[in-house]
């Protein structure tokens, strides 16, 4: 409804589809596969843990008849531990504040910013009234091909990319569309919108700072309950072990 009555007014407005720019940047495709390295890593080790649960839980059906109940109270102590941190595992790297999603944010973040920064020249240079993304937020529920922009983004990019500062060429190419007039901004206008953006970016670094120095202060302790309780396991596994001997051995002398 909204974009309806936008061009209603006589506004002149185009869309772009982000996940066909970065699709097309090669810098993007390079850092997905990387990062999809990491998620099968991050899967085999689950995998992995997975298995070592598995055999625990098998051990101890084969063997609980040999066991005393305080042996078999140890074992299962153990498997709860196990399974308590491959869940704290799989949060660290899948969870919604996890690796993959930080990463992934990581990684779109540097592309999202030159799209910004090209359709800002694109809507400045061509007085376009509004450009909005090709999303489900975006509630695009039909536009026609031609106000696709998605090209040029990507040209413009790849111009940059290349040190290249002239456009003109690129811009050209969205001549087509109607032109609108543009009220032109004040200098305390801009100055106020900058003021705007700068300490939103601000707060914006802030907030991601304070977020990463708790994950940090809760990742070490975290990391060093860890150990203690491996030490622990460790140590009564041991234990578990000697008692295991002792008991064979004291059933083949009888």
Request: glycine share 2%; no cysteine; hydrophobic share 30%.
């Amino acid at each position: 409804m909204s974009m309806t009555i936008f061009a209603q007014r006589g506004n002149k407005i185009a869309y772009v589809d982000m996940d066909y720019i970065l699709d097309k940047v090669p810098e993007y495709r390079q850092s997905q596969d990387q990062l999809d390295q990491r998620v099968q890593q991050w899967k085999t080790e689950i995998e992995k843990r997975n298995q070592k649960i598995n055999d625990l839980k098998e051990e101890l059906d084969s063997e609980r008849p040999l066991l005393t109940p305080q042996l078999i109270e140890e074992m299962d102590d153990e498997i709860d531990y196990l399974e308590e941190q491959l869940l704290t595992y799989k949060n660290d790297k899948f969870g919604v504040e996890g690796k993959f999603i930080t990463q992934k944010r990581q990684l779109i973040q540097p592309i999202q910013d030159q799209v910004f920064n090209a359709i800002q020249d694109i809507g400045e240079s061509r007085n376009y009234d509004f450009i909005f993304e090709n999303s489900a937020d975006a509630l695009m529920l039909f536009s026609a091909k031609r106000h696709d922009l998605s090209e040029v983004v990507l040209k413009m990019i790849q111009i940059k990319a290349r040190g290249n500062q002239d456009t003109e060429e690129v811009l050209d190419d969205i001549d087509q569309y109607k032109s609108v007039e543009k009220a032109e901004t004040d200098e305390k206008e801009e100055k106020e919108r900058k003021e705007i953006q700068d300490k939103k970016e601000k707060e914006r670094e802030e907030i991601i700072s304070d977020r990463q120095r708790k994950m940090d202060s809760l990742r070490a302790d975290r990391q060093r309950k860890f150990e203690e309780r491996r030490q622990r396991i460790l140590d009564q596994r041991e234990e578990r072990q000697r008692e295991r001997d002792s008991i064979r051995e004291a059933r083949e002398n009888n």
